[in-house]
């Protein structure tokens, strides 16, 4: 993902953890907040200490940037989406990941419609 594709400052995590919606599953928690001009989705990732060691937190955090970069096509544009981990994605490989994103994104509605379920039935 670009810079300009992430969310990085806290005044940004702020303001999208007050204004926006909140969708989540047992893996992750997706934070939703729609921007008045246009422009792509940016992505903001929390991932606490209380989830495992550095390496852990970078591992995942590398999973769910790589996640949104294959779905960048399906999520809608004009959105700042902030991706909080919890607990159980420690143990996740790349694929859980991917599915447990996809999911909570579908849960938020913010996958455009066309594209529900095309990338799970090429495999």
């Given at each position: 993902?670009r810079?300009?594709q ?15 919606t909140?969708f989540a599953?047992?893996q ?9 001009e246009a ?9 606490s200490k ?5 390496v852990?937190?970078n591992?995942?955090k590398r ?17 700042d989406?902030?991706?909080i ?10 694929h ?7 999911h909570?994104?579908?849960?938020g509605?913010?996958l455009?419609?066309t594209?529900?379920?095309k990338?799970?039935r090429?495999?």
């Amino acid at each position: 993902m670009r810079k300009e594709q992430r969310v990085k400052k806290n005044k940004e995590f702020q303001e999208i953890f007050k204004k926006g919606t909140s969708f989540a599953n047992r893996q992750f928690v997706l934070y939703s907040l729609k921007q008045e001009e246009a422009q792509p989705f940016r992505i903001g990732i929390s991932v606490s200490k209380k989830i495992g060691n550095a390496v852990c937190r970078n591992r995942i955090k590398r999973y769910i940037r790589q996640a949104f970069l294959e779905l960048r096509e399906d999520v809608q544009d004009n959105h700042d989406y902030l991706i909080i981990a919890r607990k159980p994605a420690a143990d996740m490989d790349f694929h859980e990941v991917k599915s447990s994103i996809t999911h909570v994104l579908k849960r938020g509605k913010v996958l455009k419609k066309t594209s529900y379920g095309k990338n799970d039935r090429k495999k």
